[in-house]
Nanobody, 116 residues
Framework: QVQLLESGGGLVQAGGSLRLSCAAS????????MGWYRQAPGKQRELVAV???????NYADSVKARFTISRDNAKNRADLQMNSLKPEDTAVYYCNAVGMRSQNYWGQGTQVTVSS
């Protein structure tokens, strides 16, 4: 059974930082592209950052230079370090795993709220 368990969300003031973690189980983690997405109220889910099993990470323009995605294949974990948070970063953040045969898994989401 595949599980992606997010943690680290919460309430933070504008300009602050949060670190989200995604703990994966039930997959060969090192073979999966890991991503973070977010969905704000009334908006579609959007890509925040993605990191492949090999290669460089990619980021949405809105978070470049503020967010950093990383992965630890030994711990089956993908993190999202979020700095200089803005109120518009408020959303539910979801962890995503995509396999080489297009297997696609989602976590349950974690709420991030940035107050102004």
């Amino acid at each position: 059974q595949v599980q992606l368990l997010e943690s680290g969300g919460g309430l933070v003031q504008a300009g602050g930082s949060l670190r989200l973690s995604c703990a994966a189980s039930g997959i060969i983690f090192s073979l999966y592209t890991m991503g973070w997405y977010r969905q704000a109220p009334g908006k579609q889910r959007e890509l925040v950052a993605v990191i492949p099993s090999r290669g460089s990470a990619n980021y949405a323009d809105s978070v470049k230079a503020r967010f950093t995605i990383s992965r630890d294949n030994a711990k089956n974990r993908a993190d999202l370090q979020m700095n200089s948070l803005k109120p518009e970063d408020t959303a539910v953040y979801y962890c995503n795993a995509v396999g080489m045969r297009s297997q696609n898994y989602w976590g349950q989401g974690t709420q991030v709220t940035v107050s102004s």
